[in-house]
T-cell receptor
Framework: NAGVTQTPKFRVLKTGQSMTLLCAQD?????MYWYRQDPGMGLRLIHY???????AKGEVPDGYNVSRLKKQNFLLGLESAAPSQTSVYFC?????????????FGSGTRLTVV | ELKVEQNPLFLSMQEGKNYTIYCNYS?????LYWYRQDPGKSLESLFV?????AVKQEGRLMASLDTKARLSTLHITAAVHDLSATYFC???????????FGKGTKLTVNP
């Protein structure tokens, strides 16, 4: 059972570089989310998707873009990385909007921007 | 805007003792979740609470939900070292797919 798979697991970027984080789920979930986790801040929603071809902004969307071209994949892009984007990024997916069955999280991507 | 507050943020307890973590949320929510996170790991789902008065138990952990008080609790009974982790609560707002997380409670259980 793969569940939610995130790649890469670790990455170091220089300020101004770009990168894409990939999230893939094999549970046929409609809803997918990108969160960032910073010390003492809990998890904050960056962007989310309610289905293939849709995306929406979360709590902290600035500096990020997303795409959901295929139902199973949700990509998070950083066009010009900044040190403030140093964080651990988690992808999650859910079967329904009400989350009756809960949310499944990936293992995280630890990103450092120097 | 939905806000979620957990307390305490840090909790150090001895094995065998009982304690409760509190999760307050600011506006109406139709679902409440508890997660566990070990250092450097992902979030593991513990409980999903969907209605007022819901109570769920798994081992030494019991979660409850009081929607009128906008309060959920995670009660730890006879703590053991293996329960050491960070615990998050998260609330979902009706009609929204989004979850709002608390800042987490770092629990350390000492022998």
């Amino acid at each position: 059972n793969a569940g939610v798979t995130q790649t890469p697991k670790f990455r170091v970027l220089k300020t101004g570089q770009s990168m894409t984080l990939l999230c893939a789920q094999d549970m046929n979930h409609e809803y997918m989310y990108w969160y960032r986790q910073d010390p003492g801040m809990g998890l904050r929603l960056i962007h989310y998707s309610v289905g293939e071809g849709t995306t929406a902004k979360g709590e902290v969307p600035d500096g990020y873009n997303v795409s959901r071209l295929k139902k199973q994949n949700f990509l998070l892009g950083l066009e010009s990385a900044a040190p403030s984007q140093t964080s651990v990024y988690f992808c999650a997916s859910s079967y329904s909007a009400t989350g009756v069955y809960g949310y499944t999280f990936g293992s995280g991507t630890r990103l450092t921007v120097v | 805007e939905l806000k979620v507050e957990q307390n305490p943020l840090f909790l150090s307890m001895q094995e065998g003792k009982n304690y409760t973590i509190y999760c307050n949320y600011s506006t109406t929510s139709d679902r409440l979740y508890w997660y566990r996170q070990d250092p450097g790991k992902s979030l593991e789902s513990l409980f999903v609470l969907l209605s007022n008065g819901a109570v769920k138990q798994e081992g030494r952990l019991m979660a409850s939900l009081d929607t009128k008080a906008r309060l959920s609790t995670l009660h730890i009974t006879a703590a053991v070292h293996d329960l050491s982790a960070t615990y998050f609560c998260a609330a979902g707002q009706g009609g929204s797919e989004k979850l709002v997380f608390g800042k987490g409670t770092k629990l350390t259980v000492n022998p």
